[in-house]
């Protein structure tokens, strides 16, 4: 490619030559010709003209066309023999100079004639100096890589320096010879493949040179070895963690069964001491809370069916000193944790809680007292009425309209659920005894609720029944004998 582009320098060169030796004779050829002897009239000069313009075919070419009919004949004088011409451009041209308006024609065509050869030899100029430039750049560029071919040599390898012939780029002769062009690219070829067999024989040297074959087995052995120990420490970590999962489920069986023999004794102690008629009735105990916590309460072991109606009556007797009942029981499902609650959080009135629907209850239990409390509750448009030691208090509609009970849930005394039976809050639990908890599945007529506040009309709940076997206390929660209607006078 430098070999093509130096003979097309060349040629532009010699192109450019010519054509300023053609605007050279311009000049010449149009100047005036010397005065013909005799005065010749138009046709001499017109003849004359014609030998010219006959001259820049050579000396054999014609003589000039034929005379034209009618036209005056040429002068009997002879001509004087016309000058020979050479066939090359830049021999001046021997023309005879018109006159008059022809004259005039001439000199402004050959006007523009010189304006445009000017133009085309200054294009042409300037592409000869982008030529040269381009040239000297290309010559600088064969320097550069030169010098950087012998750099690279000079970097390598004695062995590599002999692995092929070297020649000197600079010893060839001109820039602009084939055969520099041709060593140049045998050059760069050579260098690219000594820079191949480094790149090949680069790892192998590494491998070669790196530590003895056994080396390698003592990463490999210390790598088995920790794995081997972090295997053992996994392994070991499981064991414990079993363990404790175990430990912790037991001391929680012991723990339950610790309570329940405690419950048993105390059981038995308050048998002895009010003697073996206590627990003959299958209501004659309570459950009681002594302090406010998250962890005591009673639960009952039966689940409760789909309920459209419902009536719950129980003993209450609060100790809270006046900060409000707690909650004495509450019913939640799966997905439901406020199915049916009562509950009295601090200085606000009872609350009646279905499906999450709030009623406020008249209820008043912070006398310290016993109190028999009953509350019905129907569907049907959700009629509630809330009685108090028998008497109703108060009623109202429209709490959980068409709802029903859902079934299957968990039923605590003494503690609010957020959960499913658990999640006990610590301000919202029960302080005090409870007794006598009943379920019906429908609504108590006043006649059936007096009676069972003035133990006239003692009452199970066909649902929920007050029985020792359904009521399972936990955390502190004390199951003690008691008979509500001989007790009342007693407490």
């Known amino acids: 490619m430098k070999f093509l582009a130096v003979l097309l320098a060349a040629g532009m060169l010699a192109f450019l030559g010519a054509v300023i030796c053609i605007i050279a004779s311009v000049p010449l050829a149009a100047s005036p010709a010397r005065a013909l002897p005799g005065?010749?009239?138009?046709?001499s000069a017109a003849s004359a003209a014609?030998?010219?313009?006959?001259?820049?075919?050579?000396?054999?070419?014609?003589?000039g066309p034929p005379a034209l009919p009618g036209a005056p004949a040429a002068s009997a004088h002879p001509l004087p023999p016309a000058p020979l011409f050479s066939r090359f451009l830049c021999t001046p041209l021997a023309a005879a100079c018109p006159s008059g308006a022809e004259q005039g024609d001439a000199a402004a065509g050959e006007r523009e004639e010189l304006?445009?050869?000017?133009?085309t030899a200054e294009q042409l100029r300037q592409t000869a100096l982008q030529q040269e430039a381009r040239i000297r750049a290309d010559q600088d560029t064969i320097r550069e890589l030169t010098g950087k071919l012998g750099r690279c040599e000079s970097g390598l390898p004695r062995g590599l320096q002999d692995a092929g012939p070297?020649?000197?780029?600079?010893?060839?002769?001109?820039?602009?010879?084939?055969?520099?062009?041709?060593?140049?690219?045998?050059?760069?070829?050579a260098l690219r493949?000594?820079?191949?067999?480094?790149?090949?024989?680069?790892?192998?040297?590494?491998?070669?040179?790196?530590?003895?074959?056994?080396?390698?087995?003592?990463?490999?052995?210390?790598?088995?070895?920790?794995?081997e120990l972090e295997g053992?420490?996994?392994?070991?970590?499981?064991a414990l963690e079993k363990e404790r999962v175990a430990l912790s489920h037991s001391s929680h069986q012991q723990q339950q069964e610790v309570e329940k023999e405690l419950d048993a004794l105390q059981d038995r102690v308050a048998e002895l001491e009010h003697g073996t008629s206590a627990y003959n009735p299958p209501d004659a105990f309570k459950i009681s809370i002594p302090i406010r916590n998250n962890y005591m309460y009673a639960r009952v072991r039966k689940a409760l069916p789909e309920l459209y109606a419902f009536t719950v009556c129980m003993w209450l007797r609060s100790r809270s000193g006046g900060s409000g009942q707690g909650t004495?029981?509450?019913?939640?499902?799966?997905?439901?944790?406020?199915?049916?609650?009562?509950l009295e959080a601090g200085h606000d009135p009872m609350e009646l809680l279905i499906n999450?629907?709030?009623?406020?209850?008249?209820?008043?239990?912070?006398d310290g007292s016993w109190h028999h409390i009953c509350i019905a509750w129907t569907t049907r448009d959700g009629l509630w009425s809330a009685y108090q030691d028998g008497e109703l208090q108060g009623s109202g509609e429209n709490l959980a309209a068409w709802h029903p009970i859902k079934p299957h849930g968990i039923l605590i005394l003494g503690q609010e659920q957020d959960t499913l039976g658990g999640r006990f809050d610590a301000t919202q639990a029960f302080v005090g005894d409870i007794a006598q908890f009943n379920l019906w599945d429908h609504a108590l007529t006043p006649a059936q609720v007096l009676g069972i506040a003035n133990c006239t009309g003692p009452l199970l709940g066909n649902v929920l029944p007050w029985e020792d076997k359904l009521v399972e206390a936990f955390g502190g929660a004390k199951k003690a004998t008691f008979d509500v209607c001989k007790g009342r006078a007693k407490a």
């Open 232 to 238: 053992q420490l996994l392994a070991k970590v499981l």
């Open 328 to 342: 004495p029981f509450s019913y939640s499902v799966p997905g439901q944790a406020n199915e049916i609650v009562l």
């Open 356 to 366: 999450d629907k709030v009623a406020q209850l008249p209820l008043s239990l912070k």
């Open 39 to 43: 005065g010749a009239d138009n046709a």
């Open 115 to 119: 304006l445009l050869l000017q133009s």
């Open 193 to 227: 493949d000594r820079l191949d067999r480094i790149e090949q024989e680069l790892p192998a040297r590494v491998n070669f040179s790196a530590a003895p074959a056994p080396a390698p087995a003592m990463p490999t052995a210390l790598h088995s070895k920790m794995d």
């Open 166 to 189: 070297r020649r000197d780029a600079m010893a060839d002769g001109p820039w602009d010879s084939p055969a520099l062009v041709l060593e140049l690219e045998d050059a760069v070829r």
């Open 50 to 63: 014609a030998r010219s313009l006959s001259a820049l075919h050579g000396a054999g070419g014609s003589a």
